[in-house]
């Protein structure tokens, strides 16, 4: 099925995206470094199950406008999100699709708004509770490098684009071990190739571990009206246990089962690591059209 694009505007800017069928609203997000082509398999699968599935380029990913005043906190990204469906002509209907950075969006977006949302599949970024337990140790804390530098405003542009991107290459490679990324980094690198773009999403890292503001009381308020509270819905929630970006244990997945909503799932996707959906798209594609159809 080949998807199809077009372009919206929500939370006053313009957005692109690709989507496939037409019916209730599947909202699926994108994270970094990434593009909505990472959904290019569960978008016709959506689509085949009667949805509109829709994939939009997140803000300030190419072709997505760059917002001109800057903004990038994530509950400003929360908001994207709930006005999309509004902006898409989404019902109480619609279901919701988020991996890494689309994961803790998608968190956020359901927990704020939700009546707007029937169900939500969050994938290999946890909720916020597991976040706070895995986020200060050394393991976790050496494995968001990343993010760290990213704040070195004078030279991570400079860094990351250097060699036709290979840092992002070395990204996909530790974070999907053993998985061909070929076909995905064009599409990732042709969002970010710009340097204004690139700039875009590292705004992303800079305000939410912006090394001055993080753990402020400033800084929990704000994240705290993005995702502090749990969605209402049923979750499903998935994870590789090979990611090489964020790192969960049995324990860590049992807890969240027991802090989601009744009729939520949390489980593994073996033979994964982080880019799961293009890793095992049929068994990833099976598992969430299952779980969407149960309610």
């Known amino acids: 099925m080949e998807l199809r694009q077009g372009r919206v505007t929500a939370n006053g800017l313009d957005f692109a ?60 990204r929360v908001h994207d999100g709930n006005r999309l469906h509004e902006a898409l002509g989404g019902g109480s209907d619609a279901v919701l699709v988020g991996h890494d950075w689309g994961s803790s969006m998608a968190h956020g977006v359901a927990a704020n ?44 542009g400079a860094v990351v684009s250097a060699i036709d991107m290979a840092f992002i290459d070395r990204i996909w490679a530790e974070w999907s071990p053993g998985y061909d990324a070929t076909e995905d980094l064009v599409h990732a690198k042709a969002c970010l190739r710009d340097p204004a773009n690139l700039e875009a999403a590292f705004g992303y890292y800079r305000s939410y571990f912006d090394p001055q503001r993080i753990g402020t009381a400033e800084w929990a308020a704000e994240n705290g009206a993005a995702y502090g509270t749990l969605p209402p819905q049923p979750v499903l929630y998935l994870h590789g246990p090979n990611d090489g970006c964020c790192a969960l244990d049995d324990a860590a997945m049992e807890k969240t089962r ?30 969430i059209l299952s779980f969407l159809a149960a309610g």
Request: net charge neutral; charged share 20%.
């Open 17 to 76: 995206y690709l989507e496939a069928g037409e019916g209730p609203l599947a909202l699926c997000l994108h994270g970094f470094p990434d593009s909505p082509y990472t959904y290019r398999h569960l978008l016709p699968a959506l689509a085949a199950a009667g949805y509109r599935a829709v994939a939009p380029f997140q803000r300030g990913f190419a072709p997505t406008a760059i917002p001109a005043d800057g903004r990038y906190r994530l509950i400003d």
């Open 113 to 156: 708004e939700p009546e707007r949302w029937r169900r939500v599949v969050l994938i290999n970024i946890p909720i916020a509770p597991i976040i706070a337990d895995v986020f200060p140790t050394y393991d976790q804390i050496k494995r968001f490098f990343y993010a760290w530098f990213f704040q070195c405003s004078a030279i991570a």
């Open 258 to 287: 027991t802090l989601l909503a009744p009729g939520s799932e949390a489980s593994w996707v073996e033979g994964t690591g982080h880019f799961l959906l293009v890793e095992k798209p049929a068994q990833v594609n099976d598992r």
